[in-house]
């Protein structure tokens, strides 16, 4: 209730502002290009993303809500912390889940996240759940829990490629358990996702991302990582991200 009238700000703010453009004009050509917005460019995207996080926002960007990625953001922190909650009750006592939860609001990159027009909240989201779905499929040997599992994996990696990270403790769960045939199907849900978003992303031009692909690191520039000046003000990258 405290973070929610952050969800309003402007953008641009001065919380997450150039991720936050991104995230705006990614969801701006999901509502008006539909699947082709994932054979453009929009400045400071990640070359691993297909920009899930922004295709959530862009029904309520459609009806006017500029800022909807915020919200986006703030819901997925909330369910986050509460799916944190049960899968550490899962193997521990509900006073130190609760805790797990606790700590989750006290550090500030993870508030910070949560009213933010980013998608670091919703990875977290859907890695947690990806994990707990794995857990519960092991306990109930119930094959919607395997397919909630593979569910969370597939959108994981759409909002960004090492979210597939998280396919190791997801094995780990099943392998531990016996379960070889969860396993083999988690490992192969992924690394088919992966290949599909990498097939998708360099079909854009330059491969699909970020400024500073054009610019620094997008070509034969590498000596001025070397240079001094490049790293002092005023011409520094931090002072020339923010101008």
Known sequence: FILFPLIFLPIPSQINSLRSVAGYFQAVAVVRLGTQSLFINTPVENLSSLHFHSMLSSPLVAIGY??????ISLLAAVIAVAATVRLV???TDNETAF???TILWLIPLFVLGSVSFAPET???LLTTMSVLCAVRAVDSEQNQWIAGCGIFLVLGVLTHLWEAI???PVVVVFIHARRWSGAII????TLTTVAISFLLTHLQPRGGSSLAGY???GGSNW???IDLNWWLPPLGPLNTGSQ
Do not use: D, P
């Open 166 to 168: 998280i396919l190791l």
């Open 215 to 217: 610019s620094i690191f």
């Open 99 to 101: 805790l797990s939860g």
């Open 223 to 225: 000596q001025y990582l």
């Open 89 to 91: 009750q899962h193997w």
């Open 122 to 124: 919703l990875s977290i």
């Open 186 to 189: 988690m490992c192969v849900v």
């Open 66 to 71: 500029t800022e909807a990625g915020r919200l």
